[in-house]
């Protein structure tokens, strides 16, 4: 029955898509030298959330680095009009919904058999550690690429990252106020954020694999060792707060 409920919800959610995207109107820009994804937004009236969800099939990139977009992409943007926004509203509040009650119906299946890890405990964090590295050689079995070696340095320069973005309030590669590109020389570096105050293992090594860029970091053949580390804080993204807890992966 709980899964019931949950499949329905997912079926609301889809038909729920489809009809406010149906007489939206929504346009095409081709990207120019210099545009920016937030620019493209602010002169659209939308969001980049939005372009992003709007272009997410296209270009799977923007997930998860929206700051990178190219010359040329033809991306869809919101059609103008009182149509266009009131459709918008009317799917935003319904997907809040589908929202609950998809959380209520997961929140009643049997909880993992992976215990959450404890931040105050460093014996647990190492275990996490291990496993998010063994899972990820899983993955990197199945292509035939080399297993990962955890090193401890690479575990103390993500450790490092990850507080940066803690003490600064931040996601992501890039210095929020330079712009400049953190990711050690070298090295290759994936991050992972979800909403939670806990991230089981599996969680940030599934999202790395349903990422077009990620999965190519984290199956590289030419990366041989690797450090991970993660930390719980609030962070600012795309104009909003958010709190939960962020993971990264440096790879050499």
């Known amino acids: 029955m709980k899964r019931l409920v949950l499949v329905l919800a997912i079926v609301l959610a889809v038909a729920l898509g489809v009809m406010a995207t149906r007489g939206t109107g929504d346009e095409m820009y081709t990207v120019r030298p210099g545009d920016t994804l937030a620019e493209i937004a602010a002169r659209h009236g ?48 319904v997907v809040a919904y589908v929202d609950a009650l998809a959380t209520t119906a997961m929140a009643e299946e049997p909880a993992s058999t992976t215990t959450p890890v404890p931040f105050s405990n460093p014996a647990q964090v190492d275990a996490w550690r291990k496993e998010v590295i063994r899972l990820a050689n899983v993955e990197r079995a199945k292509v035939g690429a080399p297993p990962l070696v955890e090193d401890p340095r690479l575990d103390e320069i993500a450790e490092a990252r990850v507080r940066d973005m803690v003490e600064r309030h931040y996601i992501g590669h890039h210095d929020p106020k330079t712009g400049e590109r953190l990711t050690p020389a070298g090295c290759g570096e994936i991050v992972h954020f979800r909403g939670r105050a806990y991230l089981l293992p599996e969680y940030p090594v599934q999202a790395w694999m349903e990422s077009e860029a990620h999965r190519k970091i984290l199956l590289s053949v030419d990366r041989h060792r690797a450090g991970v580390a993660f930390a719980q804080g609030r962070f600012w993204f795309n104009g909003k707060e958010y709190t939960g807890t962020v993971a990264i992966m440096i790879l050499q």
């Open 46 to 93: 939308t969001t980049v959330e939005r372009l992003v969800e709007l272009n997410r099939d296209q270009y799977p990139s923007l997930v998860d680095h929206p700051e990178t977009i190219e010359v040329g992409w033809r991306l869809r943007v919101p059609g103008r009009g009182d149509a266009a926004a009131e459709a918008r509203e009317k799917a935003e509040k």
